[in-house]
């Protein structure tokens, strides 16, 4: 009841926009979504920092999996066959990552994601499931990822 | 009078020969929408499917074969290219799927068994083939298809990484190796190009 008045004050301080899942104000998450996977599955979205200070992401969690991780693609160079240039993607992980004040943190196909190692049992479409962000200040971010049968 | 009827048979079956050859020759150029390669025989491969069972490139002759080198544990490049090509297959009519087929070849047959390509291809489609093979099968096929590959150091968690080529291989069903896609290519595009090598 307390930490619901918490939030109703925070809300109210912030003109009530969209707040999210839990606590920390000054992160909004929309967007989100996962997609079928049985061992190493990934979560999009966009990550705002609604707030006037940077927030750093300094990890991730969700209990569908043993470990999640913030990771990025990147193309590379693959070189050539027949005197046409090949694709290749690489991928690294992110051990932080600054969203600027009014900035964002998008998470796409071919760019930023989360990466969950280790799922507990397969995603199957329809399913919904808890993502947490946790940031550098101790902040944490509790949003829903909805498993969707799509590519992009 | 059966010798009249075979020899009839016989020239019949020469003029229609001889009438789709000069069709084939006077048809319009195919024209795709991605990366038209030089027609050539597709390298040929005999690698181990889902299933335990072999599987020769050769044997496919008479569909078109899409193929893509990825591994499971890569979460965002080819769940992304996996979930595309099955919105390409599910975009053919049920004669057209009769006539392509879907391969991922692993690039990480270390940790890609036989078991986890059958639960990984059923996420996309069942009919999907998975590939792997042993390290000198593979380098043959990564070789002839110019898949660059290379492992990165990645975490505690994720244990190494794999960079890989990404381009979508399009076969015709005479076995020759068309068209490259790039694997953000919409579903739509290639799903033409697919259609073209069929018609």
Known sequence: ??????????????????????????VAVSGTWSRPAVDTAVVYGVVRNEGPHPLVVVGASSPVSRNAELHESMTMNAGKMDGMAMSAMGMQPVARYVIAPHGALTLKPGGY???????????????????????????????????????? | MFEHLRTGARVLAVAVALLAAAGCAHRAPQHFTGTALPAKPAPDFRLTDQNGRPFDLADQHGRAVILFFGYTHCPDVCPATMAQLARVYHTLSPQQREHVRVAFVTVDPQRDDVKTLKQYVNLYDPSFVGLTGTPAQLAPVYDAYHVWHQRLRGTKATGYLVAHGSSIYLIDPSGDLRVLHDWQDPASAIAADVKELLA
């Not at chain 1, 008045?5 to 969209?18: E, F, K, P, T, V």
């Not at chain 1, 949003?143 to 969707?148: G, K, L």
């Open chain 1, 1 to 26: 009841m307390r930490r619901l008045a918490i939030l109703a004050a925070c809300a109210a301080l912030l003109g009530g926009a969209s707040l999210p899942a839990s606590a920390a104000p000054s």
């Open chain 1, 113 to 152: 994601h989360l990466m969950l190692l280790g799922l507990r049992a397969p995603l199957a479409e329809g399913r919904r499931f808890p993502v947490t962000l946790r940031f550098a200040d101790g902040e944490r971010v509790t949003f829903t990822v909805p498993v969707e049968n799509r590519a992009f």
